[in-house]
Structure formats: C-alpha cells, structure tokens
C-alpha cells in the first residue's frame, strides 16, 4: 500500500508511520530524515538543505523530488512506503503522481494550540535521533540520551520562531493539497489529538488494515 501521510508540523505523523510500518510491512520514508542524513554526511545536497532547514523553510521542489525518486528507486519501497513530509506542494504531488500514485492520502488533523505545544518541548538525540518530549517523556537524564548517552538537543527548526515559520508555510503551501487530494477521491482525514496508539487505532479503522 503506497501511503502519503499529511498534517502540520508536530502532527505526529513520524510517530503514526513508525506504528503503521509494523501494521503494513512497508517502509517509512521522510524526507526530513532524508535531508537531515544529507546534512550530516555533508554532501552536495546537504549543504545547499542545510541553511534553508535552518530557518524552517521548504527546501526547492527539484531536490526534493530528486531526493524521493532516488529513495522511491530502492528494493525495499517495491510493494509499497508510507511517506511522511513529502509531497508538500502540489508540484510535488504532480511529480509523484507521474512517478509513483499514492493509493491514499491520510490527513492528521491537530489544531494549531497543541501543534506548537507539542513541538516547543520536542527534543531529539543528536547521536541516534531518538525523539523526546520534556513534558511527556523526557530522558532519565537532562539532557542525555537513555539510549545511547549522545546529546538530547532542541532541533533549530523547534525552536519558537522557526514554528511559526514552518506553520505558516504550511498553511500556505501544504494545505491545498487536503483538496487536491480530496477532488482525486485518495483523501483518508483522521482525528490526529491523542494518544498515538488511539490514533494508529482511527487509522486502521479508517483505511481497513
Ligand atoms: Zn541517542
């Protein structure tokens, strides 16, 4: 089943498709963690992504579609992905359309207050990326990672500004692809406030699985 999960920042949606990885057998791909990889090895395309994550803004159509293809292209999304963090625009949606069609397009809806709520006290292990939240499941010890010992650090596009920032692009950018998706039939919309594992329930409900 070939899934695109949307949703504002902080919807929870890495959470959902980690969960829904072990229901469907298919992989989870973000393209945040595409970008943040890249980053980190410090390729070509890691340094052109590496200022514009930064400041929380979109990185260009052409990379990104790039980026996927190359992904899309391996063994293990043969039978199927959930994809998280992309398509974002609908030149985006267009392309995937063309190289891959989604067979759903599952909508998290979290309203605004409990999106900046939630990612405002995100924290993330620089060693292993395991994510924290210091409200509702910090590390043992401040700062420390529980699995790994490496740095649990706040993400610069989680901190204030850069929320704003990235909800606003959202709004602006993402949102019409609830239509889009909606005039094409593939449009799934879910109840994104709770419990991830309530949500993982509306969604299997939801879609059959
Ligand atoms: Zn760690």
């Known amino acids: 089943m070939k ?7 902080g919807a929870g949606k890495g ?3 980690d969960l829904a990885v072990d229901v469907l057998k298919v992989p989870h791909i973000s393209t945040g963690d595409l970008f943040r990889a890249a980053v980190k090895a410090g390729s070509p395309l890691g340094l052109k992504v590496k200022d514009i994550m930064a400041t ?18 391996q063994p293990d999304a043969k039978n199927g992905w959930i994809l998280d963090g992309f398509p974002r625009t609908i030149p985006q949606a267009d392309s995937l359309e063309k190289l891959a069609p989604a067979d759903r397009a599952v909508n998290f809806e979290v309203a605004d ?4 709520g939630r990612l405002s006290t995100r924290r993330v292990c620089r060693g292993c990326g395991k994510i924290y939240n210091v409200k509702t499941m910090a590390p ?4 420390v990672c529980d699995a790994c010992g490496g740095e649990v650090y706040t993400r610069d596009d989680d901190k204030a500004e850069a929320i704003k920032f990235r909800l606003e692009t959202y709004r602006k950018q993402t949102e019409p692809l609830i239509a889009w998706f909606g005039a094409k039939g593939k449009l799934v919309t879910i109840d994104g406030v709770g419990d991830p594992k309530v949500v993982l329930e509306r969604f299997r409900k939801a879609l059959g699985v």
Do not use: N, Q
């Open 140 to 143: 043992k010890k401040d700062g």
């Open 56 to 73: 929380g803004g979109l990185v260009p159509d052409e990379l990104t579609i790039e980026i996927v293809r190359e992904r899309l292209s």
């Open 15 to 17: 959470t959902l498709a």
């Open 113 to 116: 207050e409990i999106v900046i």
């Open 3 to 9: 899934l695109i999960f949307l949703g504002p920042p």
